[in-house]
């Protein structure tokens, strides 16, 4: 079983609509949790971390469960430029090495 | 930007060379971190150095080496190609324990 497990999707959304990823890690001692960003042929980046009292920024917002292993990102009013690839990490130790999910693809049309 | 830098940006090599890939990391950070990306797949980690020391490692072969030099840049050495090793490969640079910000990648292609 792969340590972070997310729907590689695609999911294709118009303009506007609300979308929501899942994805679940199976190391329960992990200590972290992040949602990366990557656009296509481009390094990843920091979208935003997670925490289990759930975190908003701006559109999105992030929810963890510990006791289930689940993470979600929502995205809320979908713009054209959130298309991109969108990746479930976990830390299982921290400044340690992070566990990246396979990514989830997000396509936002006109 | 996230002033990581990694060179070169494309590489193109035959299967059973040799590859020294480089980065720079972002000023003041002591860790950096490398991972493999291949095609429709997440990033994964390779090995991490901090202050010139392997600090954790992943499941890669003794063929993926590194290095980390006094001022905090470093090298991915991947002995004896194979087909496989064909993906972006990134490093990061961070203090331990926190944000770990990625360089723009260098993309290998092992023909």
């Known amino acids: 079983r792969k340590e972070v497990e997310q729907d590689p999707g695609p999911f294709n959304v118009p303009e506007g609509a609300t979308v929501a990823f899942n994805c679940t890690y199976s190391?329960?001692?992990?200590?972290?949790f992040f949602w990366y960003r990557q656009d296509c042929r481009k390094e990843p980046k920091l979208l935003m971390s997670v925490y289990s009292s759930g975190n908003e920024d701006g559109r999105f917002t992030a929810q963890l469960n510990r006791a289930s292993q689940y993470i979600s990102l929502l995205i809320r009013d979908s713009k054209l430029s959130d298309s991109a690839t969108y990746l479930c990490v976990v830390n299982p130790n921290s400044g340690y090495a992070l566990n990246f999910g396979k990514g989830t693809s997000l396509l936002v049309t006109p | 930007e996230t002033g990581v830098t990694q060179s070169p940006t494309h590489l193109i090599k035959t299967r059973g060379q040799q590859v020294t890939l480089r980065c720079s990391s972002q000023s003041g950070h002591n860790t950096v971190s490398w991972y493999q990306q291949a095609l429709g797949q997440g990033p994964q980690f390779i090995f991490q150095?901090?202050?010139?020391?392997?600090?954790g490692r992943g499941n890669f072969p003794p063929r993926f080496s590194g290095l980390q030099f006094p001022n905090y840049s470093s090298e991915l050495n991947v002995n004896a190609l194979e087909l496989d090793d064909s993906a972006l490969y990134l490093c990061?640079?961070?203090?331990?324990?926190?944000?770990?910000?990625f360089g723009p990648g260098t993309r290998l292609t092992v023909t």
């Open positions: 150095y901090y202050r010139e020391e392997e600090n």
């Open positions: 990061a640079s961070s203090f331990p324990g926190y944000e770990q910000y």
């Open positions: 190391n329960s001692a992990s200590q972290s």
